[in-house]
């Protein structure tokens, strides 16, 4: 019998099923609100029925804070300025290094808000919040009767002000954890009383559509209920259960268990590699190898950037040097510190169609939509598709397209066979339509081919001239032929190419990582998403 739980085999590529769960420390009252700081290295936590506030790292675990309000949740900001739900102010308040506090929110028209309870920061700098009433109950917060006769879910512009209500006032009984998807289209919400999860489509403007069951039943034996929940890089969700943490995969089946000594309250990732799992429990702190990490939230792209630029003087696309990390997967990548112009750069996002990275489609039995999820690819060339369309840089959707029986597609490859047999890609055909998330959106260009290569008879060229773009972003499917093929002419056609490679894929690791450390290196610039997204910023 392993250590945790495999509902689904893909539990296995997430964790190892014998991985030990270590305490770091016990004799808490009850652990809450886990926080890496990215710089520092340690982890923050909170003890509610202690009111103290506690920091781990290497040399092991002290108070930092009491009396400290009765925290729960906390996070950072993009400018690592921590934000913390209060239970004995009712507030949600931010504390900078300097001991500067800043209250955020803490009423909602005209009355107290309850106690709120879990904090996640978007990109755009907009906080959302969850706010059940447990923070005035005994024991977890100061006792005391409610104003609200409610329990919402709420979001603070980037701009600050008033906190806006998100939800239906009676839709939730006690909401509390609340995360992000990779591409941040998307928030879940748990209800600890109603044992479920739901999501919610993010409007453009920030403010939630109406929410929709994403998992329910989270009940057992043991101890334990939906609280914390955390997001990774995949899109799994995992939030504390019965037994330890449940963890769901992006369609809201549940793929695997994670037993923890004791019930779990909340947790978080961190560690140099972002491979730790840190566990708040009623009495200890935990930690847990994982095989994935999380969702990038800002503070760790902040981060990441941060500590770039000190490393580096700010460089041009030209100067940027190649091989100068490596990443998780293997694959090198420049460094980071360059700029690019966004008036001068183009986005393509290549062959991401069903049939070509989609379960159930031509080309699954490749390996391809495997793969596409191990690198995230998709939400990876969302993300960046939407920063991209925010700073005026084109978006041009590449697909491949034949008529049925792929008339004047030349048989002269077995790719081209291949396609042929398989009846793939066909016009008006559900394999040949782009994958739910990186559909064209308005203002965005499409250029259909029968070629590997983007350039081969088409008319891309043509929109680049258009538009006066001669730094091309290219990302998609398949990495070891459309994108290097793709790279490839366009630096001899004279284009500076840039190939983020968390937004690519390929049929298995093995060739994609050959592709980018070998051919790719020669042509373009190979990176990552954060990277681009932090070089075309202001």
Known sequence: MTTHLAVQPGFADLIDLWAPVRQLGTGFEFGEGPIWHPHEQHLLFSDMPGDVRRRWDKSGVREVRRPANKCNGMTYDAALDLIVCEHATSALVRERPDGQHETIASHFEGMELNSPNDVVVKSDGAIYFSDPWYGRMPVFGVERPRQLGFQGVYRVPPEGGAPQPLVDRYLFDQPNGLCFCPSEDRLFVNDTVQHNIRVFDVKPDGRLGPGRIFASGIVGSEPGV?????????????????????????????????????????????????????????????????????????????????????????????????????SANGTKKAASGYRLDPSRCALIIQDMQNDVVMEGGAFASSGSPEHCRQQNAIANGARLAQVARARGIPVI?????????????????????????????????????????????????????????????????????????????????????????TARTGADKGYFMVVPEDACSTMNAEWHTASVNYALQNVGVVTDVDAVIAATGA
């Open 226 to 326: 939906p609280d914390g929940m955390k997001c990774d890089a995949q899109g799994n969700i995992w939030v504390t259960g019965p037994g330890g943490v449940w963890v769901y995969s992006i369609k809201g089946e549940l793929i695997g268990k994670l037993r923890v000594p004791e019930l779990v309250g909340n947790l978080t990732w961190g560690g140099a590699d972002w491979r730790t799992l840190f566990l708040t429990a009623s009495h200890s702190l935990y930690a847990v190898e994982t095989k994935v990490g999380p969702r990038r939230e800002p503070y760790m792209k902040a981060a990441a950037q941060q500590l770039g630029r000190s490393a580096a003087a700010e460089r041009p696309l030209a100067d940027a040097s190649p091989a100068a990390s490596v």
């Open 397 to 485: 959707h590449v697909w491949f397209v034949v008529e049925a029986g792929a008339p004047g597609v030349t048989m002269n490859a077995p790719l081209f066979e291949g396609l042929a047999d398989a009846k793939a890609l066909v016009r008006g055909s559900w394999g040949a339509a782009p994958v739910p998330g990186l559909e064209a959106q308005s203002g965005d260009h499409i250029v259909e081919k029968q070629r590997m290569s983007a350039w081969e008879g088409t008319r891309l060229e043509t929109v680049l001239k258009a538009r006066g773009r001669d730094i091309v972003i290219v990302t998609g499917a398949w990495t070891n032929m459309s994108i290097e093929h």
